[in-house]
T-cell receptor, first 117, second 115 residues
Framework: EAQVTQNPRYLITVTGKKLTVTCSQNMNHEYMSWYRQDPGLGLRQIYYSMNVEVTDKGDVPEGYKVSRKEKRNFPLILESPSPNQTSLYFC????????????????FGAGSRLTVL | AQKVTQAQTEISVVEKEDVTLDCVYETRDTTYYLFWYKQPPSGELVFLIRRNSFDEQNEISGRYSWNFQKSTSSFNFTITASQVVDSAVYFCALSGHNTGNQFYFGTGTSLTVIP
């Protein structure tokens, strides 16, 4: 089944304790991205990647890192989480067609709910 | 600037009523793409429709229809004869051809259909 898999789905952690949220897709998509969803703010893009070793900042990259060492994986790293990073996180992927990645439909993971105490 | 505005935060309707969800966008791009996604109470994000800026034809899919008007920068979504299963948060999104592969989402409209 074509899907984007995120882990963990739920996590409670404490300020300053490094954590990684993994994202893996099995559709051979070039484009992958991370979003956070907060009440009243909708989804905001954190980072995106056009292909292996190619990453770029979205609208809210502060406090996050990403890497794209393999095409299928795009982990989100919080080096020193803070309470303002408590949020629902979504990973998404798509092909990049002739219209650019923006033309394509994103396939989303199920979401990862992170609480930082 | 790229921006999507969904002014309706929450809407409640009685089952079988029609409801329209508004979406207004801003973009510098001449080529851009608009999307609607549905987020049911279970939390996943489900794609509903994509429209490119060159195609202003309205679209109907069952009880769903979309009205794209470039003149008013709007891409509104109408559900006809609403059902309880339509209860969800609906997001409108924008992506510009020349703006670096970023997607911009509105703040969402929470629709509750009352049986």
């Amino acid at each position: 089944e074509a899907q984007v898999t995120q882990n963990p789905r739920y996590l409670i952690t404490v300020t300053g304790k490094k954590l990684t949220v993994t994202c893996s897709q099995n559709m051979n998509h070039e484009y992958m991205s991370w979003y956070r969803q907060d009440p009243g703010l909708g989804l905001r893009q954190i980072y995106y990647s056009m292909n292996v070793e190619v990453t770029d900042k979205g609208d809210v990259p502060e406090g996050y890192k990403v890497s794209r060492k393999e095409k299928r994986n795009f982990p989100l790293i919080l080096e020193s989480p803070s309470p303002n990073q408590t949020s629902l996180y979504f990973c998404a992927s798509s092909f990049i067609g002739t219209g650019g990645s923006g033309a394509n439909v994103l396939t989303f993971g199920a979401g990862s709910r992170l609480t930082v105490l | 600037a790229q921006k999507v505005t969904q002014a309706q935060t929450e809407i409640s309707v009685v089952e079988k009523e029609d409801v329209t969800l508004d979406c207004v966008y801003e973009t510098r791009d001449t080529t851009y793409y608009l999307f609607w996604y549905k987020q049911p109470p279970s939390g996943e994000l489900v794609f509903l429709i994509r429209r490119n800026s060159f195609d202003e034809q309205n679209e109907i899919s069952g009880r769903y229809s979309w009205n794209f008007q470039k003149s008013t920068s709007s891409f509104n979504f109408t559900i006809t004869a609403s059902q309880v299963v339509d209860s969800a948060v609906y997001f409108c999104a924008l992506s510009g051809h020349n703006t670096g592969n970023q997607f911009y989402f509105g703040t969402g409209t929470s629709l509750t259909v009352i049986p």
